[in-house]
């Protein structure tokens, strides 16, 4: 029985085949994280970035705390003051959604029912995000992303 003997050409086909692995795990996951990137948060970073402090203030000015969670098929959003009384809005606009991808996205249809925003919403387990827009009774905008995490059972 003969030897066989690692040539140049082994040597080649190794390093092509472990590279060319390489270069399709990287394309796919670049293709991957492309795909699946929502776009745009502002059309013009540097005017948002010129508006910033001064929308903070304004909702730190508020002293509201947001909180979310999920039971018995029922999404809550309580919105409480500084003195941890509940606030009601003059406008509500929370966009429900997972935070890798906008496929699931939904408007919820939040009410008040005295002391937080309730909405009817079945929720698989995970991680969601809720993108909310409120407009305080004086005027005043607040905006926050709420993450929400759902546990299985």
């Known amino acids: 029985m003969s030897e066989r003997k690692f040539t140049g050409r082994h040597a080649l086909m190794v390093f092509v085949g472990a590279f060319g692995i390489i270069i399709a ?4 996951l670049a293709y ?4 699946t990137f929502p776009g745009l ?3 013009n ?3 948002a970035s010129q508006e910033f402090n001064t929308k903070k203030a304004a909702q730190e000015t508020l002293g509201w705390t947001v909180d979310a969670c999920a039971k018995g098929g029922l999404l809550i959003l309580s919105i409480t003051d500084a003195d ?3 606030v009601q809005v003059s406008a509500l606009d929370a966009v429900l959604g997972r935070a890798t991808h906008v496929q699931d996205d ?3 249809d939040f009410q008040f029912d005295g002391t937080a925003y309730v909405a009817r919403e079945e ?7 809720i993108r909310m827009k409120a407009t305080a009774l004086d005027g005043t905008a607040f905006e926050q992303r709420v993450v929400l995490r759902v546990q299985k059972g």
């Open 25 to 28: 795990v990287n394309l796919a």
């Open 32 to 35: 991957n994280a492309v795909a």
């Open 41 to 43: 948060e502002v059309k």
């Open 45 to 47: 970073s540097y005017v």
């Open 84 to 86: 941890g009384k509940p």
């Open 106 to 108: 939904t408007r919820s």
């Open 123 to 129: 929720l698989e387990p995970g991680n969601w995000n």
